[in-house]
């Protein structure tokens, strides 16, 4: 995945970031009756917590496509490998939201006709990949005629 | 209810090719929608009568809905048709915004004829047609003629195969699609069979803890409470009334148990004696069906290449009654609630362990079921099996010890039962991969088998939880469609390198096989 991916990421996490621990833990610092001083300092270590997590979410993911499909790959607390046949795809979506379109990125998903792993989401992609991945997956739907 | 049907004809099929539904149709349309008003007009019909002094209007007000509803139903009935084409059903429907539904016969997945008492009483039934995904079946034909709805369902089987022939590479379908009504009963239950489904299982305790739970929400609180408190006050003062003493308290909370324990199994033995009744499964032209109910009858079939999954279960009852559970996924019809009872997912509710292997060997031949040798996985780290009950029970053994001393410590007697079961459950997980399937085995207390077939493989995953790191194994997830229940197709606790092997095998032989469906 590229870098502005994960700057990309970075800066939506740390949006979440502020809220989620951040807000949380400048509420109970207040509830403690610790100085009011403490709050921003609090928002500021929640935004870069998301920030970071969100970072390595993206940095440690990898895609690949072979000769037998899509793989996806993040090492995260969870390592999970992730693999779409080729023959098995059923359909793609290339979706673009604002931030993306300025960075040049896109988020690839791909369906499947199974139930857990109905939709593999590949998100942070530059766009000229995506729109590879894309042409070369659906080109093999077009070749196999009756998939479902 | 009681205006008489209008008299519709039924249009001559042969002319146009157009059929309609049957001509009491719009009645059951209309329970079904009044099913639906009931509470509604309920209510009307109670507020709507306090006081005399209401004015006429608010009192016809619910026969006005009625109205409205038949109006609506034989609108529905006048404006439903279907063509039966030769790839194809046409089901036109709507009368302001129409609907025109092409079902190529090639895609339907399922077929399913129902029958309920009234139906019965008709002589007519319900049908529905599913395809792959989605929640609600293609086309509903409420309602049909008995014998015009099975030769639909016959219909829908002959053109399914006979489109799909030609497509089939090579396999030998084609000789039996050659054979036209000779079904073939694979299995049937008998009555005492169903009794023994009833006695074996555990329905008697899903209803009453669903009613329950249903009359907790409807009931308001505090009514419930008051109900509560008052019958433990009465039933209270009646045993000390008595005056029973310890052994005749002990002996009425023991007849008590064993009083609401029969009853559990006679509601029990009663569900499943409704909905199992005449059980058949058969298979015709490489498709199967099944037939089950005591009054409300349903008839559902399914094409045998559109099973996507199979799942075996043994609970320890029925290990002891010496039977089994046979199940199968497929991808139509992934509904909830009611409709997912009819669809069809049981093969076999209940038969014995030789039958249910014979049955699986007959249905997928070219599969060596069961496999012969099942590959294990190493004991070593069973103990992750009982994780919760690892770190809660010593946290149960410290709480009671604060409250009652050392009696409380009696709860760590636990931990050595729950890392024992662990172990066995360990020891009985078996995983085998080959060119055709893909099967695991697991459970100690309860067994299961669960598989599929390569073809059916929607995707893989290798997963590795940070225990799975610590511990140097990994888990491979196989998805497939239509997938539910509790057991997951999934190869845990491998070894690393075992588990990488297994999904590089799996994902070169998918890349190399087309879909099958």
């Known amino acids: 995945m590229p870098v502005r991916a994960a700057r990309l990421a970075a800066l939506e996490g740390a949006g979440g970031g502020l809220f989620v621990p951040g807000a949380l833990l400048a509420g109970l610092s207040a509830w403690l009756g610790w100085p009011l001083l403490l709050a921003p300092l609090w928002l500021l270590l929640g935004a870069g917590v998301g920030a970071a997590l969100a970072w390595r979410r993206v940095r440690r993911t990898r895609w690949r496509l072979d000769a037998q499909g899509l793989g996806l790959r993040r090492d995260l607390l969870w390592h999970l490998e992730t693999r779409v046949p080729l023959s098995r795809v059923q359909h793609l979506d290339l979706r673009?939201?604002?931030?993306?379109?300025?960075?040049?990125?896109?988020?690839?998903i791909v369906h499947t006709a199974g139930t857990r792993m109905s939709a593999v989401v590949v998100s942070g992609l530059d766009d000229a990949d995506a729109e590879y991945l894309r042409d070369t997956l659906a080109h093999q739907l077009d070749q196999d005629a009756d998939a479902l | 209810?009681?205006?008489?049907?209008p008299p519709l004809p039924l249009p001559a099929s042969g002319e146009t090719g157009e059929h309609r539904l049957h001509p009491w149709s719009w009645l059951f349309v209309l329970l079904l929608q009044l099913r639906q008003y009931l509470l509604p007009l309920v209510a009307l019909l109670v507020f709507g009568q306090r006081g005399d002094r209401?004015?006429?209007?608010?009192?016809?007000?619910?026969?006005?809905?009625?109205?409205v509803l038949v109006v609506v139903s034989v609108l529905q009935y006048l404006s439903f048709r279907y063509r039966i084409g030769s790839e194809a059903i046409t089901v036109r429907s709507g009368l302001l915004s129409r609907n025109r539904r092409e079902i190529p016969f090639a895609r339907i997945h399922n077929v399913v004829v129902q029958q309920n008492p009234l139906h019965r009483l008709f002589g007519v039934a319900e049908l529905r047609l599913e395809s792959a995904g989605g929640t609600r079946p293609e086309a509903e034909m409420r309602v049909l003629r008995m014998d015009q709805a099975l030769a639909l369902e016959r219909l829908v089987r002959q053109r399914g195969q006979a489109t799909r022939a030609p497509l089939a590479d090579a396999q030998a379908d084609t000789p039996d699609a050659a054979h036209s009504d000779d079904a073939q009963v694979l299995l049937h239950l008998s009555?005492?069979?169903?009794?023994?489904?009833?006695?074996?299982?555990?329905?008697?305790?899903?209803?009453?803890?669903a009613a329950l739970g249903?009359?907790?929400?409807?009931?308001?609180?505090?009514?419930?409470?008051d109900v509560v408190e008052r019958g433990g006050r009465q039933a209270f003062g009646y045993a000390s009334e008595l005056q029973p003493g310890i052994t005749g308290g002990l002996l009425l909370v023991a007849a008590l148990l064993v009083v609401g324990w029969l009853g559990l199994r006679v509601l029990s033995v009663v569900l499943s004696l409704l909905?199992?009744?005449?059980?058949?499964?058969?298979?015709?032209?490489r498709r199967l069906t099944v037939s089950t109910g005591l009054l409300s009858r349903t008839r559902s079939s399914v094409a045998l290449r559109r099973i996507q999954a199979w799942t075996l279960r043994e609970s320890i009852m029925q290990r002891w009654a010496g039977a089994r559970q046979l199940r199968i996924d497929s991808a139509a019809g992934q509904a909830q609630g009611e409709a997912q009872q009819r669809a069809l997912r049981e093969l076999a509710p209940l038969a014995s362990p030789e039958r249910c292997d014979a049955l699986v060997r007959h249905l997928l031949p070219g599969v060596a079921w069961p496999p012969a040798q099942w590959r294990s996985v190493p004991v070593r780290g069973s103990w992750r099996l009982c994780l919760t009950s690892l770190w809660l029970t010593p946290l149960l053994a410290a709480g009671l010890?604060?409250?009652?001393?050392a009696m409380g410590l009696a709860v760590l007697v636990w931990l050595p039962i729950a890392l024992w079961t662990a172990r066995l459950q360990m020891a009985r997980i078996g995983w085998h991969a080959d060119g055709h399937?893909?099967?695991?085995r697991g459970g100690w207390w309860r067994r299961w088998w669960r598989w599929a077939e390569l073809d059916k493989l929607q995707g893989l995953q290798l997963r590795r939880s940070p225990l799975d790191r610590v511990l140097g194994t990994a888990s491979v997830r196989l998805d497939t469609a239509g997938a539910h229940g509790d057991v997951a197709l999934q190869l845990d606790f491998l070894p690393q390198a075992q588990a990488r092997a297994v999904l590089e095998q799996l994902a070169d032989a998918l890349a190399r096989r087309r879909l099958h469906w």
């Open chain 2, 214 to 225: 249903a009359l907790f929400q409807v009931v308001p609180r505090r009514v419930m409470d």
């Open chain 2, 401 to 405: 010890y604060w409250r009652w001393g």
């Open chain 2, 275 to 285: 909905r199992y009744h005449g059980f058949t499964l058969s298979e015709q032209e």
């Open chain 1, 96 to 108: 673009r939201g604002p931030l993306e379109r300025r960075a040049g990125l896109a988020t690839l």
């Open chain 2, 437 to 440: 399937l893909v099967a695991v």
């Open chain 2, 191 to 209: 009555t005492w069979e169903v009794v023994k489904l009833g006695l074996l299982g555990n329905r008697g305790w899903v209803l009453v803890i």
């Open chain 2, 54 to 67: 209401d004015p006429l209007w608010a009192q016809l007000l619910p026969l006005g809905v009625i109205a």
């Open chain 2, 1 to 5: 209810m009681s205006a008489t049907p």
